[in-house]
Nanobody, 122 residues
């Protein structure tokens, strides 16, 4: 079992930045691909970004490419999501997740955090 705890969410103006962190405990963090997903009110959970176990490969949802960066520090059991040039449409609860492969489909991630709220005001 892996426990995931997100932090770093908050209220920010459009154009601003936030960095989300997800701290993992339990099993060996470096064995897991990590992903970030988000869910806006009234919408389904959607893929944001993912990173392979070593950190050598990353993948992004089209609307966040060039604005968001996923990274990880295996020595600290932590994955990050740096979010720049935030837009009001980025408002959502952001979740980190752990799985065996770095893919976009949420069903392949077996372990999930509780989420952290990101609100972008205009």
């Amino acid at each position: 079992q892996v426990q995931l705890v997100e932090s770093g969410g908050g209220l920010v103006q459009a154009g601003g930045s936030l960095r989300l962190s997800c701290a993992a405990s339990g099993r060996t963090f470096s064995n897991f691909a990590m992903g970030w997903f988000r869910q806006a009110p009234g919408k389904e959970r959607e893929f944001v970004a993912t990173i392979t176990q070593s950190g050598s490969n990353t993948y992004y949802e089209d609307s966040v490419k060039g604005r968001f960066t996923i990274s990880r520090e295996n020595a600290k059991n932590t994955v990050y999501l740096q979010m720049n040039s935030l837009k009001t449409e980025d408002t959502a609860v952001y979740y980190c997740a752990a799985g065996n492969v770095a893919v976009t489909a949420s069903l392949y991630y077996r372990h999930w955090g509780q989420g952290t709220q990101v609100t972008v005001s205009s």
